[in-house]
């Protein structure tokens, strides 16, 4: 199976970027569709961005359209999110999750998650 570790959270003023990093521990690494969702305390996990296990197509969340971006190297058995334009809202702990072959919107679709890392935007 595949394993995760997502790195690169921190404090960042709103208007700022920050790229996270997704550390997979795989035997196929590039079989595998990967995704971002985020998570505050009380809310449920909330989809933000997904890529095909080719890298051919990504998709994304209504509300980080145009601001973030998902990229994946699979040579380095690795996925990128880039986050650009944070807002106040974008503060949740990020996780990095894995499906085999197909992914999708909803946390049900993905059965490996890594741990997250907490991004915080101030004011």
């Known amino acids: 199976q595949v394993q995760l570790v997502e790195s690169g959270g921190g404090l960042v003023q709103a208007g700022g970027s920050l790229r996270l990093t997704c550390a997979a521990s795989?035997?196929?690494?590039?079989?595998?569709?990967m995704a971002w969702f985020r998570q505050s305390p009380g809310k449920e996990r909330e989809f933000v961005a997904a890529i095909s296990w080719s890298g051919d197509y990504s998709y994304y969340a209504e509300s980080v359209e145009g601001r973030f971006a998902i990229s994946r190297d699979n040579a380095k058995n690795t996925v990128y999110l880039q986050m650009n334009s944070l807002q106040l809202e974008d503060t949740a702990v990020y996780l990095c999750?894995?499906?085999?072959?197909?992914?999708?919107?909803?946390?049900?679709?993905?059965?490996?998650w890594g741990q997250g890392t907490q991004v915080t935007v101030s004011a």
């Open positions: 795989a035997t196929n690494f590039r079989s595998y569709a």
């Open positions: 999750a894995a499906d085999y072959r197909y992914g999708g919107r909803k946390s049900a679709d993905y059965d490996r």
